[in-house]
């Protein structure tokens, strides 16, 4: 039975880390990709040791681990609860200014410092289910940072209850926070050895209730279209205009299928995610998701025979095309591993939440710590409209999660 008069710390802390602006840069070549990172990172550190994880530290990649002992005479395997500093790079986490908006009534909630911004109840469904909660948003004018300063805010709020209750029983569990998982570098330096875990979880979802053990497979394509410049003036039947043989290909992908826009469920898509270039030479950035492996390449041919039939219409051009891996389905690994996910939902159920279990249409840290070695589900963390000025996340959400990493805690030590 969790303590009714323990005082939750997740959201005083939630609403100090939401003011460190630690956006990811996907343009970077360093790690982390952007230094700014790593003064939360080193602050988190002190917090650690301050709830008393003695052993916390940062290494030279920008990774927190830390461990809390064991207080249990059982054989209990070792867990993780693993969350990322970083922000989106989509829209700024410079300045965040976090409101409350208590007692939410229902209805579209304004942003007050850009009434633009407005969090549409018709789009947003799980208001419905908030009725009376306190509902965190930023001021409008950034994104939030529950996207994935909710899961941190949330792990050591547990940490912080399971040492101020040490009748809870419970076996070895490790802590990291890591960088740049929104650009999809995570877990580049991660040491699972190092960690010392044999199963983990991603403090990283939204809705409360959510247990998430598949995800997208997924792939980067970078598309090279090179033409050939020549002074615009004297150009007749000399210049081949990369930008128009980009944007002719652009126009030939399909208006009613396989983009983002246009998919859901288990649908997989391309996406074209960045355009940059001039007259010789205009560079594609594209994602592909999808939950079959075999997808994947269907997907990456059909955008290199698209490339190849446009070039073939501009005489000269020539094309670029490659494939970079990015991570692949977790369900692959996780289910040999069923107890992992069976010990969540009995979490949950204790706790009274209804189990959320659908396939993210995306990834997590998680995805590539799986196979690594260390099977790595996400739970949810309460926050919506990740990556958007409109994310949100309700206090009593917050609270929740914090109750679940200690149940789950629990019911490891006692399936022990």
Known sequence: ????????????????????????????????????????????????????????AIDEHGYVMATLPSNTQKNV?????????????????????????????????????????????????ELKDMIGYDIITSDGTTLLGADDKAGIAEIIDAINYLITHPEVKHGTIKVCFTPDEEVGRGTEHFDVQKFGAKYAYTIDGGTRGEIETETFSADGVVIK???????PGYAKGKMINSLKIASNFMESLPKDRLSPETTEGREGYVHCTQITGNEDETVLKFIIRDFIDEKLTEFEDYLKDLAEKTIAKFPGAQLEFKVNFQYRNMKNVLKDHPHVEDYAVEALQRLNIKPIQNPIRGGTDGSRLSFMGLPTPNLFAGGHNFHAYTEYVAVQDMEMATKLIVTLAQVWEEKA
């Open 77 to 125: 395997p070792v867990i993780g609860f693993v969350a990322h500093v970083d922000t989106s790079p989509a829209v700024s986490g410079r300045d965040v200014k976090p409101v409350i908006h208590k007692n939410y009534q229902g209805g579209d909630i304004v942003l007050p410092a850009d009434n633009s911004k407005v969090i549409e109840a018709s789009n947003n469904p």
């Open 1 to 56: 039975m969790f303590d009714q008069n323990y005082k939750f710390t997740c959201v005083e802390r939630f609403l100090r880390y939401v003011k460190y602006d630690t956006k990811s840069d996907e343009e970077s070549a360093t790690f982390p990709s952007d230094p700014k990172q790593l003064v939360l990172s080193r602050d988190l550190v002190e917090e650690l040791k301050a709830v008393g994880l003695k052993d916390a």
């Open 225 to 231: 279209f090179k033409g050939k410049n020549v002074h």
